[in-house]
């Protein structure tokens, strides 16, 4: 079946620093894929996404893009802020069958001033 | 402001307990979906449903039912609470779309501790 795979964490940066949480995929066929987060005591909100090979969504400084030969959808931000404290979710939306996401199992990023 | 909202976020419960978790959205969605969130598991879907008194099984829906009598309405049921169902509960719903971009809004969470 669909699958995602993330890079365990925490990830733990200091103000300024680069980012990159990686996300890797399987599925049958193109699904569309996206990146939510969960801030400290709150649901999950949609940052991103992309859905076809190549796209790049982006939002917030944040950026990822649907690579398809390597069925990944690594994300990237320049420069991380005490404010992205938060857990990253990579998931996948089937295009075959009703259309239920797939999440990856969340990555949690600690940005120090 | 849209939203989903979850009328519990924190319970307490105790074994054999029956847990009703409501979940409510503004949105006027067709697909409402209950997920339980644990450490190192990340979400797994419980129960979906695509339209008033349809559902359909997730990846895990033992020890769970839903009930949907409303579009606006997505109830999650747990018919005799177990300590394995101390979880993070989140409800969530969508627009009924083929294209494939399809994107869910999340209520805040219900944090089920069971006793």
């Known amino acids: 079946g669909d699958s995602v795979t993330q890079m365990e964490g925490p990830v733990t940066l200091s103000e300024e620093a680069f980012l990159t949480i990686n996300c890797t995929y399987t599925?049958?066929?193109?699904?569309?894929l996206f990146w939510y987060v969960q801030y400290p005591g709150e649901g999950l909100q949609l940052l991103l996404k992309a859905t076809k090979a190549d796209d790049k969504g982006s939002n917030k400084g944040f950026e990822a893009t649907y690579r398809k030969e390597t069925t990944s959808f690594h994300l990237e931000k320049g420069s991380v802020q005490v404010s992205d404290s938060a857990v990253y979710f990579c998931?996948?939306?089937?295009?075959?069958?009703?259309?239920?996401?797939?999440f990856g199992t969340g990555t949690r990023l600690l940005v120090s001033p | 402001d849209v939203k989903v909202t979850q009328s519990s976020r924190y319970l307490v419960k105790r074994t054999g307990e029956k847990v009703f978790l409501e979940c409510v959205q503004d949105m006027d969605h067709e697909n409402m979906f209950w997920y339980r969130q644990d450490p190192g598991l990340g979400l797994r879907l419980i129960y979906f449903s695509y339209d008033v008194k349809m559902k359909e099984k997730g990846d895990i829906p033992e020890g769970y039912s839903v009930s949907r009598e409303k579009k606006e309405r997505f109830s999650l049921i747990l018919e005799s609470a177990s300590t394995n169902q101390t979880s993070m509960y989140l409800c969530?719903?969508?627009?009924?779309?083929?294209?494939?971009?399809?994107?869910?809004?999340f209520g805040a969470g219900s944090r089920l501790t069971v006793l």
């Open positions: 599925a049958t066929g193109y699904p569309s």
């Open positions: 998931a996948l939306l089937s295009n075959t069958g009703f259309q239920k996401l797939v």
């Open positions: 969530a719903s969508s627009l009924l779309q083929s294209s494939g971009a399809n994107v869910l809004t």
